[in-house]
């Protein structure tokens, strides 16, 4: 099956840090990855599809300056968090894209102290 | 608008017994819909989708699924639950051609001896 991984799967930073998370699809190729936000027992909140080559799409109330996206190839996207504060903290979900499903990676957790 | 509804914050189910997590759709066009299992600080597994076809869907782990248009209903069942099924199981349903998922509340499944 189609694997997503994501690096670091830990990461605490301090504030007003920057941090990367790396999303990366293993045997596929993705032309579209996404990026979601997760809170505690909580659903999916998608931030922004990434299209290779192209810029970023943001969900309605997502900072694109705070939340950079890069899409530099068809098995890369990142996700960069600047400037971050505690109340980013979250765990942070990519997917990839491939034919009409979207295979998932483990997650980041993302502690802002 | 794409909806997906699951109704229930928490199903509790004792061991051996069937169980049951309610999806509701509103989805236009033709629905893509999928279930997904999360397990504590993890991404997203994949256990099922309908595409077209049979409306019953089987998939991992024992799980299946019935399409019911005329309901607008996915329900996800299980015939005989495991103490290792307790999870959180998300129901998400694309248009059919559609780019993003839009998922349900999620369900917080505890099976218990």
């Known amino acids: 099956g189609a694997v997503v991984s994501q690096h670091p799967s830990r990461v605490i930073c301090k504030s007003g840090t920057s941090v990367k998370i790396e999303c990366r699809s293993l045997?596929?190729?993705?032309?579209?990855m996404f990026w979601y936000r997760q809170f505690p027992k909580k659903s999916l909140m998608l931030m922004a599809t990434s299209n290779e080559g192209s810029k970023a799409t943001y969900e309605q109330g997502v900072e694109k300056d705070k939340f950079l996206i890069n899409h530099a190839s068809l098995t890369l996207s990142t996700l960069t968090v600047t400037s971050a504060h505690p109340e980013d903290s979250s765990f942070y979900i990519c997917?990839?894209?491939?034919?009409?499903?979207?295979?998932f990676g483990p997650g980041t957790r993302l502690t802002v102290t | 608008a794409q909806s997906v509804a699951q109704p229930e914050d928490q199903v509790n189910v004792a061991e051996g017994n069937p169980l049951t997590v309610k999806c509701t759709y509103s989805v236009s066009g033709n629905p893509y819909l999928f279930w997904y299992v999360q397990y504590p600080n993890r991404g997203l597994q994949f256990l099922l989708k309908?595409?077209?076809?049979?409306?019953l869907v089987k998939g991992s782990y024992g799980f299946e699924a019935e399409f019911n248009k005329s309901q607008t209903s996915f329900h996800l069942k299980k015939p005989s639950a495991l103490v290792s099924d307790s999870a959180l199981y998300f129901c998400?349903?694309?248009?059919?051609?559609?780019?993003?998922?839009?998922f349900g509340t999620g369900t917080q499944l505890k099976v218990e001896l």
């Open positions: 997917s990839g894209k491939f034919a009409y499903e979207q295979y």
């Open positions: 998400a349903g694309v248009t059919g051609g559609g780019n993003k998922l839009t």
């Open positions: 045997d596929f190729q993705a032309t579209t």
């Open positions: 309908y595409i077209t076809g049979d409306n």
